[in-house]
């Protein structure tokens, strides 16, 4: 060891240079890694307070009267703006509402399967009954720790994996995507319309599918132009509003006029695009138009197609507490109310006999919807 | 003065001594930061270390860190020999997932059977991390290409190139998860029972990790090759001057790193979900180098580092329970990190200083030194 660091002393000044670079890199790297946890942790810390004050805590508390509710998220957790809030406003609605009391655990990006087991077990272990696990990242996990804990139930959202204690919110993501796709196609001048999904994976094919029959249905030469943001299992394009806003500026320059995008906390970006470009976009899950978090572009907001997330969680929450749980897939569609566009700003105020049209026909079988 | 300076250079051993301290006080660092975080947010810093602790001790959390840990160790190893050489290889990351994609693929489609097919995966995914590795490398020499931004690059390509394989080629879609077929079952590596109180088992690929670890230190400390290659890294004009080929070296520590990062991947695949699907963990190459770092590139030091890793999180869900916020892990892991690289930087220029001092002290007093001499 003694000789190396004369080594490193006789260094060339290439190496030493290199060397040099090297330690200030993984300096920096540590430090901002550092620094950006602190701002998140104390960001998170904060929030938590106010959010879980009506919960218990520590696992190890008896058993109370109320019911105690585990809630796993998927990755980006509360406040993405987009699906995880969903789940969340449906359980806070729970929490008001039918006086349950919860416990939220939140994912880590790139974690394994085994990891995800843990988190669903130390819920069900740790006495919450039911457990709602949020995302179909959970498919596999929830499959093993629902065999174990038989007297528990759980939901999952956006999986059918199967076992007599598990209920299955699944949506027709496909459907709801129909009816904006030809809202586009009805609204747009230029007859070049754009989708930009956050990551290119199967649940997004299904908005995409969808909005593109629904406005192929409306005008068979339309021109759409789809990008996906990320590639899996790099998960980054559901909160890249960088990315969102470069594929979406991409599309209106190539001259789209409207673009719907399926992608979670990059939505943003594009609907950022799309003011600059005057044009309009479409947002998603949420009634994005009346989120105050995009007061400043709700102009721009035509509809958005908007997934109940938060009324699929509450729902099962009442039938648990009313002693009703159906096990197995409750498929949320247009019949079911599940999915539907939304007409805040009232832009869709002249077309809206067509498209209630459509929806007609879907609900009653007329027009079937592919979902890839 | 001197007799300082000598009670200083008397205790070389210290030095040894510190550089086992050094990681201890990083750690203790780490939780005193931790806990003014803590207490700033307005939580109790032992009830947090105490639920961390208790979370951690249990038999079936701590199967769970092994085999996390496993992970995280064959991946530390991959980036330390890149390390020693002073070869930045940042693309341990994508090596590992597009042999995993590409090994995943081979072997769900059973091509042979039983433990013929196990052999052939890892064949697999020790080649494709090899040659995606050799890319980097060969653009190093060839074209004088930073490693650091080519291997960055290649990530991104092996994200792309994976997708695509799987999309297109390996997938099968069941429900909303695009994975690859799975491997057969007589094709899989059984766990084995080794922690007591707990049915959860530990990973086959422990072996593995730790034959890895040996091999590592045998390489690096008692091989020819092993010698070239730490002169290679700490200068690359004395090793020139001794007849090393530089070129030949950077290329074959590259392909070396690529193999071992090939392997970081299969006891996820051949040990756990047997599919390589969206779900399949990401960013182990990046854990592997803040471990190469914590474990400054000794096979023990990682091995403790990566338990040490895996440990804090696979403990922080326990956190939430608390209504903590389970970022606190991260910032526990990243000042852990930085404390140890701080705290090895000082030892480090300590020990200069008090090489130039016993150097020009001998200078100092020739004939002493000639006496020792003889």
Known sequence: MRSACVHRKLDGADTEGEYTLLRNRVSKMAAATAAGAMLMAAAACGGSDSTTSESTTGASAPAAAAVKVGLAYDIGGRGDGSFNDAAAAGLDKAVTELKVEKKELEATQGETDAQKEERLRLLASGGYNPVIAVGFAYSVPLGKVAKEFPDTKFAIVDDPVAAPNISNLLFAEEQGSFLVGAAAALKSKSGNIGFVGGVDVPLIHKFQAGYEAGAKAVKPDIKIQSKYLTQPPDFGGFGDPAKGKTAAEGMFDAGADIVYQAAGGSGGGVFDAAKAAKGLAIGVDSDQGALPAYSGVKDVIMTSMIKKVDVAVFDFLQHYVSNTVKEGPTIYDLKAGGVDYSVTGGQLDDIKSQLDDYKQKIISGEITVPSS | ?374
């Open chain 2, 1 to 374: 003065m001197s007799t300082f300076v000598d009670r200083l250079l008397g205790r070389v051993k210290l030095s040894g001594w510190l550089a086992l301290v050094a990681p201890l006080l990083a750690v203790l660092f780490a939780v005193v930061i931790t806990s003014v975080v803590l207490l700033a947010t307005g939580k109790a810093p032992l009830e947090t270390f105490q639920a961390l602790a208790q979370y951690g001790s249990q038999p079936r959390t701590m199967a769970v860190i092994v085999n996390t840990g496993t992970e995280y160790y064959i991946s530390a190893l991959a980036v330390a020999i890149g390390f020693r050489m002073n070869l930045f290889n940042i693309g341990v990351d994508g090596q590992y997932r597009l042999a995993a994609v590409v090994a995943a693929g081979v072997g769900g489609a059973a091509l042979l059977p039983g433990v013929l097919n196990i052999i052939l995966i890892v064949v697999v995914a020790v080649v494709v991390g090899a040659l995606w590795a050799a890319i980097a490398g060969l653009l190093r020499v060839t074209r004088g290409v930073s490693e650091v931004i080519s291997t960055i690059m290649l990530n991104s390509i092996a994200t792309g190139i994976g997708s695509w394989l799987v999309t297109n080629h390996f997938g099968v879609l069941r429900g909303n998860e695009l994975a690859t077929k799975e491997i057969p079952g007589d094709s899989r590596v059984p766990g084995m029972a080794l922690i007591p109180g707990t049915q959860l088992q530990v990973t086959g690929f422990i072996v593995l990790a730790l034959v890895l670890g040996v091999a590592y230190y045998v390489l690096l400390n008692r091989t020819r090759f092993g010698f070239e290659l730490r002169a290679t890294g700490q200068s690359e004009t004395a090793a020139v001057a001794s007849g090393i080929s530089v070129k030949k070296m950077i290329v074959i520590t590259m392909v070396v790193s690529g193999v071992v990062a090939g392997l970081i991947g299969m006891p996820e695949l051949l040990g756990a979900s047997y599919k390589y699907s969206t779900n399949f963990p990401t960013g182990l190459g990046f854990t592997g180098i803040a471990i190469a770092l914590l474990g400054r590139n000794n096979a023990v030091g990682m091995a403790i580092g990566a338990l040490l890793w895996s440990f804090l999180d696979n403990s922080s869900d326990t956190l939430q329970l608390l209504d903590i916020s389970k970022e606190i892990v991260a910032i526990m892991q990243g000042v852990i990190v930085l404390s140890v690289i701080i705290a090895y930087e000082l030892v480090h220029r300590y020990r200069i200083v008090a090489e130039q001092r016993r150097v020009s002290r001998e200078l100092a007093t020739p004939q002493q030194a000639e006496g020792a001499a003889a």
